[in-house]
């Protein structure tokens, strides 16, 4: 009886290992910002006046596929995001009910988290897959003594595609989520090369984009842009 249910239980990871696949990714993102905001009458430049700086971030995915028809595959994704600065302004401008007129201190912190439903359409060495995104924005914006809190989310298009050059371990692949209505967009990009190794590990190393215009969205208005290279570590299993 014990070899019996041994063998079953053998069995039934083997069947589930063929059954369900995916893939986890942990990167690193150097983003550099540009762009103006606007609390009130006065539009700012987000690195001349609010002094953003370039900074570097994590970001982690996880894909769970599966080859049951109709129902979708999953992504899970998680990117810590923040921008700072603080310095002299070379001219005064009101942010809210502030006259910033001297030392500005900002700070925007953000926690981007991503659920993902999707479909593949083509899975040979052309991959396509497409579906739709939840992105939830979660964090504070501060200027000085004025903050806001943020908590947005945002329903978005996905689109994959990826291209595997046969003979080699080398791939390269456009991901993204997109979204635009009335006078707000966003996207979020990834152009990117992988190479693999054994046992489904790989490297990946690209250009990351990611864009946020917003028009009087609880007295905020925004027009930045994120940009800048990323790597991330990978495991297709």
């Known amino acids: 009886m014990k070899k019996i249910i041994l063998a079953i239980l053998i069995t039934t990871t083997l069947s589930l290992?063929?059954?369900i696949g995916g893939e986890v990714d942990l990167g690193f993102y150097a983003h550099s910002p540009s762009g103006m905001a606007?609390?009130?009458?006065?539009?700012?430049?987000?690195?001349?006046d609010l002094k953003w700086q370039d900074e570097s971030d994590i970001f982690l995915k996880a894909y769970l596929e599966h080859p049951v028809p109709l129902i979708p595959n999953i992504r899970l994704g998680y990117t810590k995001f923040g921008h700072s600065g603080e310095g002299s302004v070379t001219k005064s401008f009101f942010w809210g009910l502030l006259n910033i007129d001297g030392d500005v201190d900002s700070n925007l912190d953000l926690d981007i988290y991503d659920l993902t439903l999707y479909y593949e359409f083509l899975d040979n060495w052309i991959n396509l897959d497409g579906g739709l995104n939840l992105k939830y924005l979660n964090g504070t914006l501060d200027v000085n003594s004025d903050h806001r809190d943020i908590s947005v989310p945002i329903p978005m298009l996905y689109a994959k595609a990826k291209i595997d050059i046969p003979t080699t371990d080398l791939s390269f692949q456009l991901e993204g989520d997109y979204i635009s209505y009335d006078n707000n967009q966003l996207y979020d990009v990834e152009v990117g090369a992988r190479y693999s190794f054994a046992l489904g590990f790989g490297i990946e190393a690209g250009y990351k984009a990611l864009k946020i215009k917003v028009d009087d969205v609880d007295d905020i208005s925004m027009d930045t842009k994120f940009?800048?290279?990323y790597g991330k570590l990978v495991w297709d299993f």
């Open 17 to 19: 290992a063929d059954f």
């Open 38 to 48: 606007q609390n009130g009458d006065d539009i700012v430049d987000i690195k001349d």
């Open 227 to 229: 940009n800048g290279a």
